[in-house]
């Protein structure tokens, strides 16, 4: 049984410039959130897809935006990006928006 | 503002040296409490959710417990492997999800 997957595992950037992480559910899930992981922080929740609709978002600006796909899996485009942005996205996939989330190792941004 | 707060940040036991991880929070609603261990530069794994006062939950050497206002996860007799950091998350009747920032467990031989 595959688990959550996520694409690629590092990127590195400069500021200014624009970046797409991929995400991959858990089989039979059908829920997708997206989470900022800073060093030595816990995650933080950026924004969760079902049915192909945003569904909640945190407190992160429209720089931060993303997409679901028929299949259930997700993007995360980052726009404009900021030294700031670099962390640990992780993304956690669930069988509905209420459920356990299950999370995918990561991508490791930086941006230099 | 709905908030976790974990403590201690840090935690070094022996081996076999039994200890507990405290997860306070404040929630409009709570849905369900979450723990998970995350290894350095992985991805969180799911360990356990609670949903209501008074639900405790086991695997292996781990303990979960559910107040009102708090959970604990509690550690009996730690092996090396155990460390980890571990994080506590709420998610709330708007089902949106709050983390704590995590314990740092180092359990030594």
């Known amino acids: 049984d595959a688990g959550v997957t996520q694409s690629p595992t590092h990127l590195i950037k400069t500021r200014g410039q624009q970046v797409t992480l991929r995400c991959s559910p858990k089989?039979?899930?059908?829920?997708v959130s997206w989470y900022q992981q800073a060093l030595g922080q816990g995650p933080q929740f950026i924004f969760q897809?079902?049915?192909?609709?945003?569904?909640q978002r945190g407190n992160f600006p429209d720089r931060f935006s993303g997409h679901q796909f028929p299949n259930y899996s997700s993007e995360l485009n980052v726009n404009a990006l900021l030294l700031g942005d670099s962390a640990l996205y992780l993304c956690?996939?669930?069988?509905?928006?209420?459920?356990?989330?299950?999370f995918g190792p990561g991508t490791r941004l930086t941006v230099l | 503002e709905d908030q976790v707060t974990q403590s201690p940040e840090a935690l070094r036991l022996q081996e076999g040296e039994s200890s507990s991880l405290n997860c306070s929070y404040t929630v409009s609603g709570l849905r369900g409490l979450f723990w998970y261990r995350q290894d350095p530069g992985k991805g969180p794994e799911f360990l356990f959710t609670l949903y209501s006062a008074g639900e405790e939950k086991e695997k292996e050497r781990l303990k979960a417990t559910l107040t009102k206002k708090e959970s604990f996860l509690h550690i009996t007799a730690p092996k090396p492997e155990d460390s980890a950091t571990y994080l506590c998350?709420?998610?709330?009747?708007?089902?949106?999800?709050?983390f704590g920032t995590g314990t740092s467990l180092t359990v030594i031989p």
């Open positions: 897809y079902y049915e192909e609709e945003e569904r």
């Open positions: 089989s039979g899930h059908d829920t």
């Open positions: 956690a996939s669930s069988l509905g928006n209420t459920d356990t989330q299950y």
């Open positions: 998350a709420v998610q709330n009747t708007g089902n949106q999800f709050y």
